[in-house]
Nanobody, 120 residues
């Protein structure tokens, strides 16, 4: 399983981006738990959103509720990030796990390489 993120960039406060995570090597979305994490240098990686395809259950960190939306289409996972704030700056990673992408502690079987989001 390989995950490849894209869509990051530099935006001003209030701006929006759509992050993508394309998977290859397996049909993930019917069987895997998918999630997005972010990390700022010097800080721990934190979960921001997750998606169970079965039942379409979605979860969000309190800090991003109402602004971020996780979705999927076939083998691509998306994270729409709206009303961005400087504290949203960080490297965003998508992750997948056949059981569960854990937020506490942060654990997942598969990780992408990350895409940088910078908000000024």
């Amino acid at each position: 399983v390989q995950l490849l993120e894209s869509g990051g960039g530099s935006v001003q406060s209030g701006g929006s981006l759509k992050l993508s995570c394309a998977s290859s090597g397996s049909a993930l979305y019917s069987d895997y738990h998918m999630a997005w994490f972010r990390q700022v240098p010097g800080k721990k990686r934190e979960g921001v959103a997750s998606l169970w395809f079965v039942g379409s259950k979605k979860y969000y960190a309190d800090s991003v509720k109402g602004r971020f939306t996780i979705s999927q289409d076939k083998n691509t996972q998306y994270l729409e990030v709206n009303d961005l704030k400087p504290e949203d700056t960080g490297m965003y990673y998508c992750a997948a796990d056949p059981l569960r992408c854990s937020w506490y502690p942060v654990e997942a079987s598969y990780w992408g390489q990350g895409t940088q989001v910078t908000v000024s």
